[in-house]
């Protein structure tokens, strides 16, 4: 047949469903789009929050490895080591207190004694006034019995009296002291040893958070790496999406031509199969192709949206073990350790007080009864001068002065008595006071200043610890507030993408469709569709494509026709015959 009748044979194919299948693969084509939208949309968010949890808990060893962190741990060791030492002195300033409770009250009896003596000494005097008024006549001077005796009784009286009110509120003010300490000691026995061995174990507790915090960094780091390869992986499998979209849209475009090049009246039968034919198959195969790769690439998408699902909930645990099990937080009990330590170094502070006024009015009582047995001295002086005046009168009276002159040595016996009396009084004191130096000396020297001290020194710990509590606080906080949403994104954005099997069937599906409207056919494509096909290669934008295209048609195709003269040539046989 020539060219001329070729010509007359004009193409009359039926392209309806052939078009058809252009509209459908738009539907794909927009839920592809719109999966892929919604997916990186979550993707983003659960993986910036993922990376500022992780962040988050990377912060954490740092601080807790923190130069302020050290010095307060190490304060708080000192504090407990010390604290130690102050239960150790309050066990013994107890016993010392209980000591100095007996040595008061030893002085109970010679002070009995001293007051009977003193007693004596008023009857004595008594006596002394009644047998002198009984011998006295007009021209005898017996004042010393009548008057110097009875007054030097009377002082003594009043000066033993002061003595013995004085050492009764002394015996109270100790008693009272050892009575608090005592009750105190009760409360707070073994609280200062206690303290001590709780700071010491929340110590070693930190201590043991921080080395395992410094080790989890790494696991942290680790992880983090981890995760940024999955977003990459799932950022360039999310990429598919588009492409995919692309390679459809040249897929609905090149049925669009072919449809129109079949509607145009401007091919033959045979040209028109041809066209129908290379131009489907062409379509068929890049629809396959893409299928396959949105199939392989959603896959591994998925895969990595699981494994970022996974990475998460290994940061949650990584990061729950750092903080606690229980959500409490080593820092919290050492925290609390240090606050019941404020608590009792200021109630040791109190004590100390307590003691330092027993001891202050411990020896500003024995300075007292120091002058009142000074007192008592003089007037021992003073009797003995007046029993040997006594004695001289009793001398010149001769056998009339014999019961007076037996008073007189009875007053110097009996003041004896009292100055013995209250120097054994007193040397019990003596030993009293020397307690309360020693217990002023404690209150107001180096034990006093190590409470104060210690407390101002806990305060600040606690302060210093405090803070890193409320940072690890809100690192959980964060964890627990933002970790399950962002492995629920993450396992929603992985489901989703289990959903495309069902697009891939549907795009497999026209992709049969599109072979059966366009079946292969034994012809050479011609010449003059050479541009068309030519003019479909250069719509696409990945290798892939081309390659495809370059496997059905070859790498070099004429994008210009033949020259015409040798289009239109005319077989002469065939025009005779």
């Known amino acids: ?238 990429q598919v999406g588009d492409a995919t979209r692309q390679r459809i849209e040249h897929v609905e475009a090149g049925i669009e031509t072919l449809c129109d090049l079949l509607e145009g009246g401007t091919l033959s039968d045979d040209d028109a199969t041809a066209a129908q034919s290379a131009i489907g198959a062409l379509q068929a195969a890049q629809l396959t192709a893409a299928t396959d790769a949105f199939k392989d690439d959603v896959a591994e998408a998925s895969a990595a949206l699981i494994d970022l699902s996974a990475d998460a909930s290994v940061i949650m645990a990584h990061s729950r073990s750092i903080s606690g099990d229980d959500g409490g937080s080593p820092l919290a009990a050492l925290s609390a350790a240090v606050r019941d330590a404020a608590i009792v170094l200021s109630d040791c502070e109190t004590e100390r007080g307590k003691l330092e006024r027993v001891a202050t009015a411990v020896l500003r009582t024995v300075g007292t009864l120091l002058t009142h047995v000074e007192a008592v001295q003089e007037i021992e002086a003073n009797m003995r001068l007046v029993s040997l005046n006594a004695a001289v009168k009793c001398a010149q009276l001769g056998p009339r002065g014999a019961a007076l002159n037996v008073i007189a040595r009875q007053l110097r016996e009996l003041t004896g008595e009292t100055v013995a009396a209250a120097e054994a009084a007193m040397a019990g004191l003596h030993d009293a006071a020397r307690l309360a130096k020693s217990f002023g000396a404690a209150a107001n020297g180096d034990a006093a200043g190590r409470v104060g001290q210690l407390e101002q020194e806990a305060t600040v710990a606690l302060l210093l610890l405090q803070g890193v509590d409320r940072s690890l606080a809100e690192a959980l906080g964060t964890l627990e507030r933002d970790g399950p949403n962002v492995i629920a994104l993450l396992g929603h954005a992985a489901e989703t993408f289990a959903d495309q099997a069902a697009i891939s069937e549907t795009m497999r599906d026209l992709a049969l469709q599109i072979v059966a409207e366009c079946p292969p056919v034994a012809q050479d494509l011609p010449v003059d569709l050479h541009e068309v096909i030519s003019s479909l290669r250069k719509r696409y934008t990945m290798d892939a494509e081309r390659k495809i295209h370059e496997q059905l048609f070859g790498k070099e195709m004429l994008a210009e026709p033949a020259p015409k003269e040798e289009a239109e040539e005319v077989d002469l046989d065939d025009l005779f015959l």
């Open 1 to 238: 047949m020539t060219a001329l009748a070729r010509q007359s044979a004009i193409s009359d194919i039926d392209t309806s469903r052939l078009r058809a299948i252009a509209p459908a693969l738009a539907v794909p084509r927009e839920q592809i789009e719109s999966t892929f939208v919604t997916v990186g949309a979550r993707l983003a968010e659960g993986a910036s929050t993922l990376n500022r949890i992780s962040k988050v808990f990377e912060a954490l060893p740092a601080e807790l490895q923190s130069p302020e962190l050290e010095e307060a741990s190490s304060r708080l060791a000192e504090v407990g080591r010390r604290a130690q030492a102050i239960s150790a002195s309050f066990a013994t300033e107890q016993a010392d207190l209980s000591q100095l409770v007996e040595v008061v009250a030893a002085a109970d009896h010679p002070i009995s004694n001293l007051r009977r003596t003193v007693k004596m000494m008023g009857i004595v005097a008594i006596n002394a006034r009644v047998v002198a008024a009984s011998i006295v006549g007009d021209s005898d001077d017996f004042d010393v019995f009548t008057h110097d005796i009875a007054k030097l009784s009377e002082s003594a009286s009043t000066t033993i009296q002061d003595f013995t009110t004085v050492y009764r509120q002394l015996t109270d003010e100790v008693g009272q002291a050892a009575r608090q300490r005592g009750s105190f000691q009760h409360d707070h026995a073994d609280t200062l040893s206690d303290l001590a061995t709780s700071m010491e174990n929340a110590l070693s507790e930190v201590a043991r958070q921080r080395a395992t915090s410094v080790q989890s960094s790494a696991e942290t780091g680790r992880v983090s790496r981890q995760i940024v390869g999955r977003i990459a992986s799932a950022v360039m499998a999310l």
